[in-house]
Nanobody, 125 residues
C-alpha cells in the first residue's frame, strides 16, 4: 500500500510563493506518475499538474507559467512550487499517484489510485 503525505501548505499573501512537498512510501516511486489536484470549498476537485515517471510535465491552464512540478526519486518526493499566487488558488491541495501509468488521461482523477490527505493553501488578497 502506497502512502502519500503532503506538507508545505499555509497562509500567504497574493503574489507570494509556497512550495508543497509530497512524500511517498514504496520501493517503486520512480515508476509512479505523480500529480497535484486541488479542491476549493463548494467546488469539484480539479487537476493542477502532473509529472510522469519519464519526467514529462503537464499543467492546468490556470497555473501555467506560475506553478512548477518536479520530483526527486532518491527522496521519494514530488514538489509543487507555486509562485505569483492568487486568491483563487486557495484550496486544499492533494497529492496523487498512478503506478506505471503512461496514458494520456493524466488530468483525470480516476487514473490515480493513491491519494494523500491534503494540505490547505490560503491566499489572502
Amino acid at each position: 500500500q502506497v502512502q502519500l503525505v503532503e506538507s508545505g501548505g499555509g497562509l500567504v499573501q497574493a503574489g507570494g510563493s509556497l512550495r508543497l512537498s509530497c512524500g511517498a512510501s514504496g520501493r517503486t516511486f520512480s515508476r509512479y506518475t505523480m500529480a497535484w489536484f486541488r479542491q476549493a470549498p463548494g467546488k469539484e476537485r480539479e487537476f493542477v499538474a502532473t509529472i510522469t515517471w519519464s519526467r514529462s510535465t503537464y499543467y492546468a491552464d490556470s497555473v501555467k507559467g506560475r506553478f512548477t512540478i518536479s520530483r526527486d526519486n532518491a527522496k521519494n518526493t514530488v514538489y509543487l512550487q507555486m509562485n505569483s499566487l492568487k486568491p483563487e488558488d486557495t484550496a486544499v491541495y492533494y497529492c496523487a499517484a498512478a503506478p506505471n501509468y503512461s496514458g494520456s488521461n493524466y488530468d483525470t482523477r480516476r487514473v490515480y489510485i493513491h491519494w494523500g490527505q491534503g494540505t490547505q493553501v490560503t491566499v489572502s488578497s
